[in-house]
């Protein structure tokens, strides 16, 4: 895999080991130039970085090396885990993001992002359920990779769960269906709500799993797609 290197200092001092690094986690830089981006990646001041980042033409560029623990997660979570970066690998997609005219990503980005994570998947041997965007382990705070990211297509690969809904009609109890929501998406291993009680950061959440899965319809309400679809990739986990 071709790569070029422009480092980063912006790096834990702790080195993990190869068995700590279970995540990918995709982002956008939600910037207005790659120039930009790169010198805001390397910039000690801001305290945030990538292992990698992959420009609109499809250049893949190492920041960081792999067994160091980049400032890409922040303040997050996913199943059991908190504050993600020490077990994650961030990559970066130089896209403007939602403030400065958010643009689909381009063919050669994607293109260059699956052959990054085939790399990544066989080295590391990341389960593909541990693909994750930025919004999925920070709803709260980060929208990105955003509704034009193409999880189906990375899901062929293996990179992150996705869904068939067949035709078979499922009885929801809609009085229920908040609490039924919710129980599947902890499931799957999104945090930041009270399984069985209305809470304010609802609509967040909600927005973050349309935006990855139904990216034409992200209300932040629960439809009986939006729970269905929810159905299906809890149905998927094993019990543990």
């Keep these: 895999m071709k790569k070029k290197l422009i480092l980063s200092n ?12 279970i995540f990918i986690i995709i982002h956008y830089t939600g910037m207005q ?26 250049e893949i560029i190492q920041m960081i090396e792999e067994k160091k623990i980049a400032w890409h997660a922040g303040k997050s979570k996913w199943k059991n885990y908190k504050n993600l970066n020490k077990n994650s690998i961030g ?7 939602h403030e ?23 080295k590391f041997k990341i389960k593909k359920e541990n693909f994750l965007g930025h919004s999925d382990v920070a709803p709260l705070r980060k929208v990105d990779p955003g509704e034009k990211f193409p ?26 269906i908040r609490d039924l929501f919710f129980y599947n998406l902890f499931r799957i291993g999104y945090r930041y709500f009270k399984k069985n009680k209305i809470d304010k950061n609802d609509k967040l959440v909600i927005k973050a799993f349309q935006m990855k899965y139904i990216p034409k319809n992200v209300s ?21």
């Design 91 to 97: 990559i970066e997609l130089a896209n403007p993001g």
């Design 151 to 176: 999880w189906q297509k990375l899901s062929k690969f293996k990179f992150g769960r996705w869904y068939k809904l067949n035709k078979m009609d499922l009885k929801i109890n809609q009085k229920k």
């Design 10 to 21: 912006n790096f834990s001092r702790n080195v993990r080991s190869k068995k700590d690094i």
């Design 33 to 58: 130039s790659e120039i930009e981006s790169i010198n805001r990646l390397r910039d000690q001041k801001s305290k945030v970085s990538c292992h990698y980042f992959i420009t609109k033409a499809g």
């Design 220 to 240: 932040g309400k629960i439809d009986t797609k939006t729970f269905k679809i929810s159905h299906f990739l809890a149905a998927q986990v094993k019990s543990t």
């Design 100 to 122: 400065y005219g958010y643009e689909n990503f381009s063919v050669r980005q994607i293109n260059s992002l699956i052959k990054l994570c085939k790399y990544l998947k066989k």
